[in-house]
């Protein structure tokens, strides 16, 4: 399902999340509580939406962790996490398509 975040008011509360195929409005369903959009220059456009959950399934698709590059300022997939005790963590799909 792709989702779609319309406000057409500049007002917070009447921010609507709509089925992107459909228009069904999902606000009231999904019980948003908060939608958080970045807008970077050069990067990519995400947006975080906090839902009350209280049974959900969830297919995330291609899930894929990002941090911002330390030299370039850019958004870019991380390969590890690695912690001080040398202890590393491999990430799912961390490849650069």
Same mark, same amino acid.
């Given at each position: ?8 008011? $500049? ?6 999340? &709509? !089925?992107?195929?459909? =228009? ?5 369903? &999904? ?5 958080? %959009?970045?807008?970077?220059? $050069? ?6 939406? @906090?839902?009350?959950? @209280?049974?959900?399934?969830? !297919? ?11 030299? @370039? =300022?850019?958004?870019?997939? %991380? ?6 005790? =040398? @202890?590393?963590?491999? &990430? ?6």
């Amino acid at each position: 399902m792709t989702l779609r975040v319309v406000n057409d008011s $500049g007002i917070a509360n009447r921010t609507r999340i &709509l !089925d992107a195929e459909t =228009g069904e409005d999902l606000t009231e369903r &999904l019980r948003v509580s908060a939608i958080d %959009l970045r807008l970077q220059a $050069g990067g990519v456009v995400s947006a975080t939406l @906090t839902v009350a959950i @209280t049974r959900c399934e969830i !297919d995330a698709g291609n899930v894929f962790y990002v941090a911002t590059h330390p030299e @370039t =300022g850019r958004p870019e997939r %991380l390969r590890a996490l690695e912690w001080a005790d =040398g @202890t590393r963590l491999e &990430l799912p799909n961390s490849e650069v398509k």
